[in-house]
């Protein structure tokens, strides 16, 4: 839980709002959460750089997991924040004001991604104006917003998980998705790893008949310990399952998105196995997976996570990503192939169901769209011979890929 005081912080220096901090409790009293005035929120394809529009109802995510891609996104957001800080010294902003503003700037934008976070409190208002604007139901539809009529997907968490937990106080994320409730013929697609997305079945469902939705729970382990170490603020696994069923129970497509993919560290076969017989059994419609993609920001927190956690591979690591952002095209493949033959032996889809679907105006579906833009696992490569695993029995390709890729053994 989350509680509320007020602070001077002026974010829009022009308009010199005075903006409410949420100053967390228990392991969240290192994050500060500020209040943002969005202008808009629905981020179109030209901006994505990918075939889905976006919504982030947040910037920046307090789950903090250690492999978050997403991190260079803070960098935009704390350039501004350096801006407005010049501005204020300018002005002469001190004290309370000033103090609350340097915190802003206090640390590197991939620690601050998780440290300062930032809520678009009116993003609800904003959102049902743009859709009025693009010819929302019920008006005529016109202008660029026509394609989100016509099949093109709409992704919410792409950049940041719309479940965190200021969503629980401040409940954005739901005001969102009524808002999108009330259109038709959508595609919506959620993308979270907190269990607080069952909350919200009742709107899920709401929109689910009115329009085509899929919900992707991320879950890269089912050990609860081991998880505790990769994400420490996310909720357990077994939240997470829980969830996965609640929404499944409603009718809703729900299915599992073990991304990233640790090597050495969450990929041993039989982790790997038990996770899609447990996602199969939870009724789950489909997995998607791909292997962890280490881009430059990432870089900057993840392997120092691994010297500090796991100092075994650090350097392991660091040769495997040497020569670019993800493992090379053998693990990729071996990971590919392996999983797609545990989800046939437990009954499940591997991939989105919509990414089998041709969209309109050759726009990729919500979960196709979502996997390409997270780093899918491509089918370029030649994954070897299958490897037997010994003392598992799972005929796994993705052996011999890992110890060539990382030159060790996954253990027994």
Not at 182 to 191: F, Q
Not at 359 to 377: I, Y
């Amino acid at each position: 839980m989350l509680q509320v005081s007020q602070a001077q912080l002026p974010f829009d220096s022009a308009a010199r709002r005075r903006l409410p901090v949420l100053n967390p409790l228990g392991t969240q009293s290192d994050i500060r959460y500020y209040d943002a005035v969005a202008k808009g929120v629905l981020n179109g394809p030209e901006t994505t750089g990918m075939g889905f529009w976006s919504i982030n109802p947040y910037v920046g995510c307090a789950f903090g997991c250690a492999y978050c891609y997403a991190r260079y996104t803070h960098r935009y957001v704390t350039e501004r924040a350096t801006a407005s800080e010049r501005e204020a010294v300018a002005e002469g902003a001190e004290g309370a004001e000033g103090a609350e503003r340097g915190r802003l700037t206090d640390l590197p934008p991939w620690l601050a991604f998780e440290r300062r976070i930032f809520v678009k409190r009116n993003a609800p208002e904003v959102l049902r104006a743009t859709l009025r604007a693009g010819g929302g139901y019920g008006a005529s539809r016109r202008g660029r917003l026509t394609g989100i009529w016509k099949g093109e997907t709409i992704v919410i968490g792409t950049a940041t998980d719309p479940y965190q937990p200021a969503e629980r106080t401040w409940r954005v994320t739901r005001g969102v998705l009524e808002v999108l409730a009330a259109e038709r013929g959508l595609s919506v697609v959620i993308v979270t790893k907190s269990a607080l997305v069952a909350r919200d079945v009742d709107v899920l469902a709401r929109l689910a008949a009115r329009s085509r939705l899929t919900v992707h729970v991320s879950l890269i382990t089912l050990d609860r310990e081991l998880a505790r170490r990769l994400e420490p603020r996310a909720p357990t696994p077994e939240a997470r399952v829980r969830a996965v069923e609640r929404l499944a129970a409603a009718g809703i497509d729900v299915g599992i998105n073990i991304m990233p993919v640790l090597p050495g560290i969450t990929d041993p076969p039989s982790m790997l196995d038990a996770l899609v017989r447990r996602v199969a059994r939870s009724g789950a419609s489909h997995v998607n997976a791909c292997a962890l993609r280490l881009r430059v920001t990432a870089r900057r927190r993840y392997l120092p996570f691994i010297e500090a956690e796991f100092p075994h591979l650090a350097a392991r690591y660091r040769a495997a990503y040497a020569g670019g952002h993800q493992m090379g095209d053998r693990y990729r493949e071996g990971l590919r192939r392996f999983l797609r033959e545990r989800c046939r032996e437990h009954g499940i889809q591997y991939g989105t169901p919509e990414g089998a679907g041709r969209a309109r105006d050759g726009t990729a579906r919500a979960g196709r769209a979502w996997s390409a833009g997270d780093g899918a696992v491509g089918n370029d490569g030649d994954a070897g011979d299958g490897v037997e695993d010994a003392g598992r029995g799972i005929d796994s390709p993705l052996v011999r890929a890992c110890a060539e890729q990382l030159g060790l053994a996954l253990g027994p």
